[in-house]
């Protein structure tokens, strides 16, 4: 027995023989301990494997899990059962590689030896389902294989379709019982009796049938009579148990039915009360004031809890799952003309190769026109099922203005839908080889895009990486993990959950750091950076991967779950793409409200966890319930700097002349012919106005106290919006001759590569050389003195983002003035917003 070896040796020599051992002596004793598994039954290579993973395992640790995934990529076990008996040892140490032992074992499900076809299907049931829906597909897939296979051993096709049950997503479970009820409903005894054991395996007891023949079987004598017969007790103490459950649920029912009542009348008289006599009642629906009230309730338990009416999670999910089908293109009303406006192609998209650019109007689709629609309506006709063409009438400015109501034939574009992913990163390469990447939102494709833009440029020579998470507000936390994988050494901790429901849950990186341990790498944050965010920035923090640079970030370390309400259902659809979810081109097969649109059920948006970075530290901002600030939470830089900041006339004016699109049309009519040049300076102008043609002619016409630099930060802007389209790529929101914050994320990079700006002549005539002294004077001033100018730089953002605000920063501006109120500032900000009035005037 191989135990017995190993128990004497581990009797002769001193513990620490196993953890001293090189590295290849513990391979080769792996390998040893699995030939010598060939010839075992598989119930006794299952225990044998149990034993040697206690005995060595836990005198080797970590080294002897490395022993065990070295020989499997190997491929040296010679036979299947070698393979099982690794398998089943790895199965027991800690931080499995679930892609590594599947990819072992599944091969084995055609082994022609009966008993390794069985061990393997019986291993691959293993619990994988917090792993990615991709390796669950495979493996899944795979069992399904075999178990439809008509000539395949039953107890095989058994086997695999319990295992499939288990470790398969939806539609594979669906599959599994299927194939398991056919055994059921076979005229073949023996059969039968297998498809009834396999479905109370599973727990599928009340599926018809089942329960007659577990009858049938109890009462027959051998193995299969006692199995059938425990799951009937099983069944019979489950049943017990619902009962009294049931009627302890009907007792407190009765006792709080009346105590509900009143609630619910409460709440009803309060609608009537609104509806009948509030100055608005009459504008707001009984639909409307519950979920405001349901609302209420979640939010006044936490500022992420939250209710999501069916629009509102749809908008959601849409945003997570970054795809749809249409012509990819980011779409708004034009404030100006009231028109349907490309604000920016997707790059990637059908929209820019039928040659539409920013700030084209689209104003027929098909023979349908958009003028006075909601914007909504016109994107819905914009999307569909990929590959269905869609004609739009395009107009532009400088054509006559009769064309918008009326176009012609020579404005129409035809093209054909597509399935677009959203674009989550933008990039730049900076001179002096620093890499420079925006991460907008943690989506689903987040990770795989950051991976491929990196990738290229190290192929380009990269020296140094900066990675820009600011006004990133967070997303999906495995892809939080999967971003930090590009960082950190493998199995290192990313992020902890902790919560009252569950124990602590910890996401480590599963693969090895695709940049090299030496490069620099600098992260840029904001008081927007939020939840996963964080958690990249923390983590990369924490284990010293990274520099932090910009302000402490926004403090949302919970995790929020959504939850649906029982007895509200999403219309049903017919997934024609097998994707999960429902587009706008697919069949409704069951229109709950019959209103001809697909609607989700509303969604309840639950706090349910809460994070903590590898260190152990909480991110999340604390309040009380006056909502005074008890602990700041978020993460903190190592190199703090505030974005630039103007004055409030010059606001003011570069506000007016950016509103009268004159600078925008300089750069529309002056592209032509200088498109070398505008690509020139959209790299870099130097910091000089006297480089972009027209200046001196432009500067005079604008009739403008601003000086000659801060014209031409309008002009670059406008320049580089123009060359996106150009080279159909976007730039990132980041610019290294304007953006104070990322200047000092390029000075880090420099200085751990020994260099400056003044090495780099690019960066040596345009980086501002205002120092960090400002900004450390700035935050010592008193808390209110600081309130009030954080304030005034979140409106400030604001209007220069066309009036536009986040959700994050609308509460925080609200918590700001609030905390101002508080310290007796109310009458400075009543004189603020009245001057603010005024100058709107």
């Known amino acids: 027995m191989i135990h017995t070896a190993l128990t004497t040796l581990l009797l002769l020599a001193p513990a620490a023989y196993v953890v001293a051992s090189p590295q290849g002596d513990l391979e080769d004793l792996v390998r040893e301990q699995a030939a010598a598994a060939e010839g075992m039954p598989i119930a006794e290579l299952w225990k044998e494997a149990r034993t040697v993973a206690v005995l060595v395992g836990d005198e080797a640790g970590a080294e002897f899990d490395v022993a065990i995934d070295s020989v499997l990529r190997s491929g040296t076990p010679s036979s299947g059962k070698s393979v099982l008996f690794l398998a089943a040892m790895r199965l027991l140490g800690e931080d499995v590689d679930f892609e590594l032992l599947t990819g072992a074992v599944r091969p084995l499900l055609d082994d022609g030896d009966l008993e390794v076809a069985l061990g393997a299907a019986e291993m691959l049931g293993m619990d994988i389902r917090s792993e990615t829906d991709d390796l669950r597909e495979m493996v899944a897939t795979d069992l399904l294989r075999v178990a439809d296979d008509g000539d ?3 107890e095989l096709r058994v086997e695999c379709a319990v295992s499939a049950h288990r470790v398969g997503l939806g539609k594979h479970v669906s599959s599994a019982q299927r194939v398991l009820y056919l055994f059921l409903k076979s005229a073949d005894p023996a059969l039968k009796s297998k498809g009834a054991l396999a479905l109370a395996r599973l727990g599928n007891i009340e599926v018809r049938g089942v329960e007659a023949e577990l009858e049938r079987l109890a009462s027959l004598p051998g193995e299969e009579g006692r199995l059938a017969g425990a799951y009937m007790h099983q069944q019979l103490l489950r049943r017990h148990s619902d009962t009294q459950l049931r009627r302890l649920r009907e007792r407190r029912t009765l006792a709080s039915d009346a105590a509900m009542s009143a609630d619910l009348v409460r709440i009803d008289k309060v609608i009537e009360l609104v509806q009948t006599l509030h100055l608005e009642g009459h504008t707001v629906t009984r639909e409307e004031l519950i979920a405001a009230a349901i609302d209420g309730l979640l939010r006044s338990l936490d500022r992420h809890s939250a209710y999501f009416r069916p629009e509102v999670f749809q908008k959601f999910e849409q945003e997570l799952e970054a795809e749809y089908g249409g012509i990819g293109a980011y779409v708004a009303e034009d404030r100006d003309d009231s028109l349907f406006t490309i604000t920016r192609p997707i790059y990637s998209g059908p929209a820019w190769r039928a040659g539409l650019t920013t700030d084209d109007k ?94 290229d440029m190290m192929a380009q020579g990269m020296r140094g990486f900066i990675l820009d998470l600011r006004n990133n507000t967070g997303g ?141 530290r909480s991110i999340h901002r604390e309040l009380d319930d006056e909502r005074n600030i008890i602990s700041v939470g978020g993460v903190s830089p190592d190199i703090q700097i505030a974005p630039r900041r103007w004055k409030q006339w010059r606001l003011e004016e570069l506000l007016r002349i950016q509103g009268d699109r004159t600078v925008r049309k300089w750069a529309q009519d002056g592209v032509d012919g200088n498109e070398e040049l505008f690509e020139r300076l959209a790299q870099t102008d130097n910091g000089d106005p006297w480089a972009y043609p027209g200046f001196e002619e432009l500067y005079e016409s604008l ?49 751990e590569l020994d260099l400056s700006p003044e090495d780099i002549p690019a960066y040596a005539s345009t980086f501002s050389k205002q120092d960090e002294g400002p900004v450390a004077a700035l935050d010592a001033r008193p808390q209110p003195s600081r309130d009030l100018d954080h304030a005034l730089s979140l409106i400030a953002e604001a209007r220069v983002a066309d009036g536009r605000m986040s959700e994050e920063g609308l509460r925080e501006l609200t918590e700001l003035i609030e905390s101002l109120k508080k310290n007796g500032r109310s009458a400075l900000l009543d004189g603020f917003f009245v001057g603010e009035r005024r100058q709107r005037r």
């Open 362 to 455: 689209i104003v027929r689709i098909d023979d349908w026109p958009t003028i006075g629609e909601e914007v909504d309506d016109i994107i819905k006709r914009l999307k569909g099922r990929p590959n269905t063409e869609v004609k739009l009438y395009v107009w532009r400015r400088g054509m006559d203005p009769a064309l918008i109501e009326r176009p012609t034939e020579d404005m129409a574009v035809t093209m054909s839908r597509e399935q677009i992913v959203i674009p989550p990163v933008h990039s730049e390469y900076l001179p002096g080889d620093i890499g420079f990447v925006e991460l907008t939102t943690f989506s689903r494709v987040s990770s795989a895009e950051l991976k491929q833009r990196m990738v």
């Open 152 to 154: 395949r051993m039953p």
């Open 703 to 751: 009739a403008t106290t601003l000086p000659e630099d801060d014209v031409r930060f309008l002009m670059r802007r406008e320049v580089r919006r123009v060359v996106q389209d150009i080279k159909g790529e976007a730039f990132p929101l980041g610019d290294y001759e304007e953006d104070v914050q990322l200047q000092a994320a390029i000075r880090a990079v420099l200085a």
């Open 476 to 616: 999906l936390l495995i892809e939080a993990r999967n971003v930090a994988d590009l960082f950190l050494p493998k199995h290192e901790v990313v992020v902890s959950t902790e919560s009252h429901m569950h124990p602590p849950h910890e996401y480590k990186t599963r693969t090895d750091a695709l940049l090299p341990a030496d490069m620099p790498v600098v992260v840029l944050i904001n008081r927007f950076s939020a939840s996963a965010s964080e958690i990249v920035a923390g983590a990369l923090q924490d284990h010293e991967r990274a520099k932090l640079v910009g302000q402490r970030s926004f403090g949302k370390g919970s995790v929020q779950n959504l939850f649906q309400i029982e007895g509200d259902r999403d219309d049903l659809y017919a997934d024609e793409n097998k994707n999960g979810r429902f587009d706008n081109w697919e069949t409704i097969t069951k229109d709950w409200n019959g209103n001809g649109e697909f609607d989700f059920a509303p969604r309840v948006k639950l706090t349910i966890e809460r994070y903590l970075l590898p260190s152990g």
